[in-house]
């Protein structure tokens, strides 16, 4: 009976880590992205306001959906970095209406693949290095008035990127 336990908890050990290094492979365990909006070093993500909630999972009002990404704080016109190296390609065209913060940037590479929503990127093809000028925040409040301004950053397989932006920090504010 003992070994028939032992291989219970062996079995159960194994299919927790298997399904952990699914979601969190070798490549992006221990690595994090660099600051993704000038004015918000630790990349705090966006609270609660009367819009909704900025992290992962949150509900969306009225929907029935859930937050497939995490909000970063951001002003509108801020500067836009790069998280991470690799291949830019858009636009991404997140809410197709043509509004004034319908745009953003999908990058890939790194071993990561996101996608960066209400901002204007310098250009939509190419290499970029992490860190360096990506775009500009767009005016978020002329869409959302009184909302609190951020970028909407999704993975492209719409895996939780939370533990990517900065450990050990504060990650949620109500601004």
Same mark, same amino acid.
């Given at each position: 009976?003992?070994?028939?336990?032992?291989?219970?908890?062996?079995?159960?050990?194994?299919?927790?880590?298997?399904?952990?290094?699914?979601?969190?492979?070798?490549?992006?365990?221990?690595?994090?992205?660099?600051? =993704?909006?000038?004015?918000?070093?630790?990349?705090?993500?966006?609270?609660?306001d009367r819009?909704?909630?900025?992290?992962?999972?949150?509900?969306?009002?009225?929907?029935?959906?859930?937050?497939?990404?995490?909000?970063?704080?951001?002003?509108?016109?801020?500067?836009?970095?790069?998280?991470?190296?690799?291949?830019l390609s858009?636009? =991404?065209?997140?809410?197709?209406?043509?509004?004034?913060?319908?745009?953003?940037?999908?990058?890939?590479?790194?071993?990561?693949?996101?996608?960066?929503?209400?901002?204007?990127?310098?250009?939509?093809?190419?290499? =970029?290095?992490?860190?360096?000028?990506?775009?500009?925040?767009?005016?978020?409040?002329?869409?959302?008035?009184?909302?609190?301004?951020?970028?909407?950053?999704?993975?492209?397989?719409?895996?939780?990127?939370?533990?990517?932006?900065?450990?050990?920090k504060k990650?949620?504010?109500?601004?």
């Open positions: 009976m003992p070994a028939l336990s032992l291989i219970a908890l062996l079995s159960l050990v194994s299919t927790v880590f298997t399904r952990q290094w699914e979601v969190h492979p070798p490549q992006q365990q221990g690595r994090h992205w660099a600051q =993704i909006c000038s004015g918000n070093p630790f990349n705090k993500i966006r609270g609660c819009y909704g909630c900025g992290n992962y999972g949150a509900s969306r009002q009225g929907k029935g959906e859930k937050h497939k990404g995490v909000d970063v704080v951001c002003s509108d016109g801020s500067t836009v970095y790069a998280p991470f190296s690799g291949q858009g636009p =991404i065209r997140f809410f197709h209406n043509g509004n004034a913060i319908d745009d953003g940037v999908q990058i890939t590479g790194s071993g990561y693949c996101v996608k960066l929503v209400c901002i204007h990127p310098i250009r939509y093809h190419g290499q =970029i290095q992490k860190g360096q000028q990506l775009g500009r925040m767009l005016p978020m409040q002329k869409v959302f008035p009184g909302i609190v301004s951020h970028i909407h950053v999704e993975n492209c397989d719409q895996s939780d990127p939370t533990h990517l932006l900065k450990p050990g990650q949620t504010t109500n601004v």
